[in-house]
């Protein structure tokens, strides 16, 4: 299963075309997706109307919900922040800690496009789709 961030989502829904948003309609058939909690909420809360709200939600709906936030993952997407600023890097939105911190504990590789992530894949352990295994 993997995870996919609210801007793959976005410019998947959108029509825009990137390298992550190809990949992900290249293997919407062959592989399982997660919708995030939050990715869920970041999605919707950007629709502008009524009509694009329920679409949207009815997409994602066909996907297995997945919730960032449980018990450990503030703490240790905490952790993972204070780790990150000590090597001199600074995560800009707290909801991608929540989001990468999540995944790095349950071993789910995250589609995403956000360069914010990319320090979790060099120092913390976070997969990242495009390049995790097919199973």
Not at 6 to 27: A, M
Not at 32 to 48: A, S, Y
Not at 95 to 115: K, S
Request: aromatic fraction near 8%.
């Amino acid at each position: 299963m993997i995870l996919v961030d609210t801007g793959v989502w976005i410019d998947y829904f959108g029509g825009n075309r990137t390298p992550q948003s190809d990949w992900l309609d290249s293997h919407l058939s062959s592989r399982r997706f997660l919708v995030g909690d939050l990715v869920l909420l970041e999605v919707l809360q950007g629709c502008r109307t009524d009509r694009q709200f329920a679409t949207l939600h009815a997409a994602l709906e066909n996907f297995r919900q997945f919730a960032i936030i449980d018990r450990d993952v503030p703490l240790a997407a905490a952790r993972n922040y204070r780790t990150l600023r000590a090597l001199g890097i600074t995560i800009r939105k707290t909801i991608d800690t929540l989001i990468a911190t999540r995944c790095i504990l349950a071993d789910v590789p995250l589609l995403y496009g956000d360069r914010d992530f990319d320090p979790f894949v060099r120092h913390l352990g976070l997969r990242p789709a495009m390049q995790a295994p097919t199973h």
